[in-house]
């Protein structure tokens, strides 16, 4: 299965990387994980909410410098409750923070997708669709446009610390042979986030 994968991602990244037949090219930046424990949410309260600003501040130039750039979120968002390991709910103004910083993609398939079951994982995904340019983890595919390219954007997660949910876009070959067929046909290239 693990050389299944790389063989698609490496297939898949291929126009992306050498153009295609084409000249366009998209700069891409991937960072991961964003794990937000709870001395980072601690030490972004402000007495009013939270500022996570400071957090990406140090690279936020190379982010927002890319055509895309993408990132993990590991932790899912929340109104409340607060906590950190080993089942996260991170403030949602994690999210502005990320889009702040110029990211573009965020994914959120991975092994704490479901650390507040599937109603925080719908609510994560809802609240940062809202902000951001493209949330993966869904089993949608997802494309972006850059410079005249067309990427399609995937992504899968080995496992879910807390339960299992048919929303959370798991490994599974014939899933993923799916998914990249409808990529390949509606993009000029294909990123797959795989946790």
Known sequence: MKKILSVILILS???LLCGGKRNEKVSFVAVGDDLIHSSVYKGAA?????????????????I??????????ETMLGDGNYSGYPRFCSPKEVGAALVGAGFDVINI????????????????????SALAECVIGDKEVRVVERNGMKIAFLAFTYSTNYGLSGVVSRI????I???????????????????
Do not use: C, W
């Open 172 to 175: 599974d070959e014939s899933a």
């Open 13 to 15: 990244l291929l126009p």
């Open 109 to 128: 398939a991975n092994n704490h997708s479901l650390d507040l079951g599937e109603e925080g994982f719908l609510f994560t995904r809802d609240y940062l």
């Open 46 to 62: 402000t007495g009013a909410g939270y500022d996570f600003s400071p957090v990406y501040a140090g690279v936020a130039d190379v």
């Open 64 to 73: 927002d410098g890319a055509d895309i750039s993408f990132v993990n979120q």
């Open 177 to 195: 042979r799916k998914a990249m067929t409808e990529a390949t046909s509606s993009a000029d290239a294909v990123v797959v986030s795989v946790h």
